[in-house]
């Protein structure tokens, strides 16, 4: 009992063992991490088209919630700029941004997510999350922060502009530009190029005064802080927002009242799709990241129970007036480097939010929207990788072309249109690649017993046994293809008297190929050639033995390949030894 409780609730283990030390370190991670989630709370609210205060809501049930659920000790839960889109993108165009109905779909979005995140751990389908191959997530990453970028920027030039897509963005930007609002202008300007240097320079800078490099990089990360505060105080002083500066204006204060979204059965049905994707989305990227901090430390993490913590953490902004959450890898690296022991860490984070929320929200009345979206604009452009296209490209080009789909799709047509394009194109070309299994003709390494490509290797064959390697598992795609493939070559080879079909490479032989393998053993035996197997995999063997296959197909089954050509044709086989012998002899005379 004690140990299933324990599965659940990962946070009983290592609460065993805290103490002082990581209490310390917990507490100052979580105060950078504080400082860090902040400014970003609110912006990323703002993407997603809620109010700002929306934001800190999303960081603080579902930060607890991760706490006594999740077993990474580093990653850092909360709003997140990927998911901020696409929950935008899901909502913008069936309700006004920010209206009271908007701000209830998004709870009942993140009730979803959660949902669909729970059931996907109940079921133990987190492999489901494999289809979202890493190309395609490069490229949907890389889209969405150019979209992200392009959708702030008529907060930087304190324009209005509509569009779902680059097209209609770049498009309404550049109609606009002659409305510029030069005070917002130069708002957002300054913001970027302080948020810039803070980011690519601070460290640097802040090393040469003497400083560790630890804390340096970590004091860094506080920039948009200093940001948001020196431009609040702008406002102030120069009464910027009389001069049409648009600031985020009242937030109200005090914690979240507690309650179920209105469960709208027809909304709910329209909003599942995205939340899947959501799910599918933030599952990734979250794992992706806790997995890497994790090998860093020798630590571990449970894949089906992230999934239970992450649907629990959506699940509690859903029930604090929050919207859709996962771990961020900016704010999970800067934990880790802050030295975070514990999930503990982002409780404490969660206690700053709460603070910030009873204490400090009169503050944020003048901080300009402009700084918010140059926060969001450096934050996503980091996650933008270009190039990653052309090294995919050189390296498979099937994969580059999901990858490129994907990214123009999330430009050209939308979000969620792109991912699904993507996914989409990666299972045709993944089917498409596996229809056409590469099958090579191999022979025997000279004074071995491996077999290698005839065409790759200098190799001894036995005239009478064919010898055949398929390397891909043989199932409905491709099981038509091995026919032909093997029809050719016996046609190729009119003297050999036995195809041996080497399997090393075969981890699946589902009903169709088994079919095809009965068809072309008949085939065989009408050309007057028996079909043997070796090195079949042991789960592929149990399955060919719940059939009558092994029991009419006339062959063997060998262990090795070099097992059946030596019971098939060992002429051959020692005429292999004994060439390499002889070229070793030679050798040894060329040397004397």
């Not at 993140?110 to 395609?136: D, E, K, T, Y």
């Amino acid at each position: 009992m004690m140990k299933r409780l324990a599965r659940l609730l990962p946070c009983l283990e290592w609460a065993k063992h805290y103490d002082r030390a990581a209490a310390a370190k917990d507490s100052l991670a979580a105060l950078i991490v504080t400082l860090m989630l902040i400014p970003q709370s609110l912006a990323y609210a703002m993407l997603a088209g809620l109010p700002p205060v929306t934001g800190l809501y999303a960081s603080m049930l579902p930060l607890i919630a991760y706490t006594l659920f999740g077993t990474s000790r580093t990653l850092a839960v909360g709003p997140v700029a990927v998911v901020s889109l696409m929950t935008a993108a899901a909502l913008g165009p069936l309700f006004t941004a920010g209206s009271a109905e908007y701000v209830g779909a998004a709870m009942l979005l993140a009730m979803l997510s959660g949902a669909v995140l729970v059931i996907m751990a109940v079921l133990r389908l987190g492999f489901l999350a494999n289809f979202l191959s890493h190309p395609v997530i490069s490229g949907f990453i890389s889209a969405s922060g150019i979209l992200i970028a392009l959708g702030q920027l008529k907060h930087i030039l304190g324009i209005s502009v509509g569009g779902e897509n680059a097209l209609e963005l770049t498009a309404g930007l550049i109609a606009g530009l002659p409305q510029t609002h030069l005070p917002t202008l130069a708002i957002g300007l300054t913001s970027l190029v302080f948020l810039y240097l803070v980011r690519g320079h601070l460290a640097k800078w802040l090393q040469g005064l003497g400083m560790t490099p630890r804390m340096a990089a970590t004091l860094s990360k506080t920039g948009p802080v200093a940001a948001l505060l020196l431009a609040i105080a702008a406002v102030g002083v120069f009464q910027l927002a009389e001069l049409g500066v648009r600031v985020v204006g009242e937030v109200p204060r005090g914690l979240p009242s507690l309650g179920l979204p209105s469960l709208d059965l027809a909304l709910a049905i329209q909003l599942l799709p995205a939340a899947v994707l959501i799910s599918l989305v933030g599952f990734v990227e979250s794992v992706s990241v806790a997995q890497t901090l994790a090998a860093k430390r020798r630590e571990r993490i449970e894949p089906n129970q992230e999934l239970v913590a992450l649907g629990g953490a959506n699940v509690a902004a859903a029930l604090s007036g929050g919207f859709p959450v996962t771990g961020g890898f900016a704010r999970s690296v800067v934990n880790f480097d802050a030295g975070a022991q514990t999930p503990l860490a982002g409780a404490l984070t969660a206690a700053g939010i709460g603070l910030t929320v009873l204490f400090f929200t009169p503050l944020f009345h003048n901080l300009p929207h402009a700084v918010l979206a140059a926060t969001i604009i450096v934050a996503v452009l980091s996650l933008v990788d270009l190039a990653a296209l052309r090294r995919t490209w050189r390296y498979s080009r099937q994969d580059a072309a999901a990858m490129a789909a994907t990214m123009l799709g999330v430009l050209l047509v939308g979000v969620e249109s792109g991912i699904i394009l993507g996914v989409g194109l990666s299972l045709l070309l993944f089917l498409w690649r596996t229809s056409q299994p590469h099958v090579a003709v191999v022979g025997q390494l000279p004074g071995s017993e491996h077999f290698r490509n005839i065409e790759r290797f200098a190799v001894v064959q036995s005239p009478k046994v064919l010898s055949v390697r398929v390397d891909e598992s043989l199932y409905f795609p491709n099981a038509r293809f091995l026919e032909d493939r093997i029809a050719e070559l016996v046609g190729r080879y009119p003297q050999a008297e036995h195809l041996v079909l080497m399997c090393p490479g075969v981890n699946l032989i589902d009903a169709s190929a088994l079919e095809s393998l009965e068809a072309i053993t008949a085939r065989l035996h009408a050309a007057g050639v028996q079909l043997h197997l070796s090195e079949v995999k042991g789960p592929v063997m149990d399955r060919l033995r719940r059939s009558d296959f092994l029991e009419h197909f006339g062959g063997q089954v060998f262990l090795s390949q070099y097992e059946a050509l030596l019971s098939l044709d060992p002429q051959t086989t020692h005429h292999a030894v004994e060439r390499q012998r002889d070229h070793l002899s030679s050798m040894k005379e060329n040397a004397g």
